[in-house]
T-cell receptor, first 115, second 110 residues
């Protein structure tokens, strides 16, 4: 079956512009997670959604970052007024639920470059 | 603050040797433990999970868990150059997202 998909795969933008990154989770997965991974670094948790509950935004680094999810489907991560330090790979993952970590799978990521 | 600690490496082992990757975690109520493999430029993929004390074997991989010591490890037997990657330890406490370590970079030398 289809895995987690993300688009675009690569995004180059100029400093100060807004960007939107998209994630399509595995069908039936109620939990969806966003992570950031800077070059050579570990995974940095940003936000997660579980069903219709309020998202856990505790990892968002600043108010320039926001995310939305439509029901238990697509999610978009928006970064406003991008800065060079936002350059990273943004990874999305989904799982059947947050308590079913054994079903967590990652998408291929979006590589964001801010010039 | 829940923490998962790993030695960043690189850990270099010769081909055919046993690679031993270690991880400690801070949250005593942690229930589930996972190892992900991440090749350079790729996303992490789940390779092992373990839930109870002891060893769990899957092919050349063995995960070991010691909850009293808050320690989990991954052994790779007969290491191959294709095993060269970063290995991420992740810990779950139930109804909260996985907490990931920063990963250990493994290099298997042919």
């Amino acid at each position: 079956g289809a895995g987690v998909s993300q688009s675009p795969s690569n995004k180059v933008t100029e400093k100060g512009k807004d960007v939107e990154l998209r994630c399509d989770p595995i069908s039936g997965h109620t939990a969806l997670y966003w992570y950031r991974q800077r070059l050579g670094q570990g995974l940095e948790f940003l936000i997660y959604f579980q069903g219709n509950s309020a998202p856990d935004k505790s990892g968002l680094p600043s108010d320039r970052f926001s995310a939305e999810r439509t029901g238990e489907s697509v999610s978009t991560l928006t970064i406003q007024r991008t800065q060079q330090e936002d350059s990273a790979v943004y990874l999305c993952a989904s799982s059947l639920s947050v308590s079913r970590a054994d079903t967590q799978y990652f998408g291929p990521g979006t590589r964001l470059t801010v010039l | 603050q829940k923490e998962v600690e790993q030695n960043s490496g690189p850990l270099s082992v010769p081909e055919g040797a046993i690679a031993s990757l270690n991880c400690t975690y801070s949250d005593r109520v942690s229930q589930s433990f996972f190892w992900y493999r991440q090749y350079s430029g790729k996303s992490p993929e789940l390779i092992m999970s373990i839930y109870s004390n002891g060893d769990k074997e899957d092919g050349r991989f063995t995960a070991q868990l010691n909850k009293a010591s808050q320690y989990v490890s991954l052994l790779i037997r007969d290491s191959q150059p294709s095993d060269s990657a970063t290995y991420l330890c992740a810990v779950s406490s139930g109804n909260t997202p996985l907490v990931f370590g920063k990963g250990t970079r493994l290099s298997v030398i042919a």
